[in-house]
């Protein structure tokens, strides 16, 4: 297991959209490297001072790269450290160095946070031999526990903001996903819809075309409608699909457009009944209906064979909105609920919203879709 997690870990790609360098970073150098000069020309317990100093201020400029080269940035600082506790070692002074260097824990932080799974390692390696010089250079008992809390501490703070990012960075591309499953729907329903009206108007016009020339022109100016609106509506679609592609957004349709999908000739008849005060309904119901009729009427003009009627109707009560359609045609043997992206469709997003959707043969011949949905959501 172990070995595993190591291997996961030495495997990690580096953390995505690291920051550039940023005006406050110049700033935190101007800080480290006033407070180093300070620190060096005060305090008076200071070994090798100008040497020190000019360490401690030398590196300060280091923190400008620690999003972007954190590795280098930790091999740098750390083996500076490294150096100065071989140079207490063999010169025999205690603790050569400025407290103020202790701004190189940042770089611990931003090599979890920002570096790759072998980066972080090699970086942490440096660190802990680095940390066990300085401890046996100048060892003073139990306040050294604190400089290796504090190591601990900035590369935890790393390692947590790191996967709190990388949470919220999946679920946006989970949410992203599902909208495009949710887009790709639309599209479905959208094209079925239009290209199925065309397919209608075409047979109309064959069937009219000898003897009434003049209603075979007019079915082919319905196909020219038609497929400019499909081609319209599937090139927006498109471009919502494509990544990092502009949208253009409209207002979804709903029950207030139901309307639309009503026409009287050629046959089918296809008959509208919504009630007047179905306004307030929630978004996500208002354009659920609306696909549904739509689907439903696809599909009943693409099986219904020798249908004269198709009804849509919606009801509201207790709660509850229904939407029933319906046609008189004769059933399709290939036509089954268990079958086809138009009724799984339908039922998921049936289900989604809390609904039940049924579809099949009606006793009184003809095909039924009827689905319930909650007029209030939860959210």
């Not at 005060?42 to 400029?61: E, I, Q």
């Not at 927006?236 to 957004?249: F, I, Q, S």
């Not at 059933?331 to 138009?342: C, E, K, L, T």
């Amino acid at each position: 297991m172990t070995t595993n997690a190591l291997s996961s870990l030495w495997a990690e790609p580096r953390a995505t959209d690291a920051p550039e360098r940023v005006s406050r970073d110049w700033v935190l150098v101007g800080v480290l490297i006033v407070a180093a000069l300070l620190e060096g020309v005060l305090r008076d317990d200071v070994a090798w001072r100008p040497f020190a100093t000019s360490v401690a201020v030398g590196l300060a400029p280091v923190v400008l790269w620690r999003r972007t080269h954190p590795l280098a940035c930790v091999v740098v600082a750390f083996g500076t450290v490294m150096a100065l506790g071989l140079a207490s070692l063999l010169g025999g002074a205690p603790s050569v160095g400025l407290d103020t260097m202790i701004y190189i824990l940042v770089l611990v932080y931003a090599l979890v946070r920002w570096g790759s799974g072998r980066e972080i390692v090699i970086g942490l390696a440096v660190v802990a031999v680095a940390a066990g010089i300085g401890t046996v250079a100048d060892y003073t008992g139990p306040a050294d526990l604190v400089g290796g809390f504090a190591i601990l501490a900035a590369a935890a703070g790393g390692a947590a903001f790191r996967y709190r990012a990388e949470s919220w960075r999946r679920a946006l591309e989970q949410s992203r996903s599902e909208e495009r499953v949710a887009l790709a729907r639309e599209l479905h329903d959208m094209v079925a819809h239009h290209v199925s009206a065309i397919a209608v108007q075409a047979q109309a016009g064959r069937a009219t075309a000898g003897q009434r020339p003049e209603a075979a022109l007019e079915a082919l100016a319905v196909i020219e409608g038609e497929a400019s609106r499909t081609l319209a509506e599937m090139r927006a679609m498109v471009r919502v699909l494509r990544d990092g592609a502009p949208a253009e957004y409209a207002p979804q349709p709903g029950v207030a457009d139901l309307g639309s999908l009503a026409r009287r000739a050629p046959v089918p008849v296809v008959d509208v009944v919504v009630p007047d005060d179905l306004a307030g309904l929630p978004p996500q119901v208002d354009a659920a209906v609306y696909r549904l009729a739509q689907e439903a009427l696809t599909n009943a003009l693409r099986h219904a064979r020798n249908a004269s009627r198709v009804e849509i109707q919606v009801v509201e009560g207790a709660g509850r909105l229904r939407l029933r359609v319906t046609d008189d045609g004769q059933i399709d043997p290939g036509r089954s609920v268990n079958h086809g992206f138009g009724l799984v469709g339908m039922t998921e997003r049936v289900q989604l919203l809390g609904g039940t959707l049924r579809a099949g043969p009606a006793p009184e011949g003809g095909w039924t879709v009827d689905a319930e949905l909650p007029t209030e959501v939860r959210r």
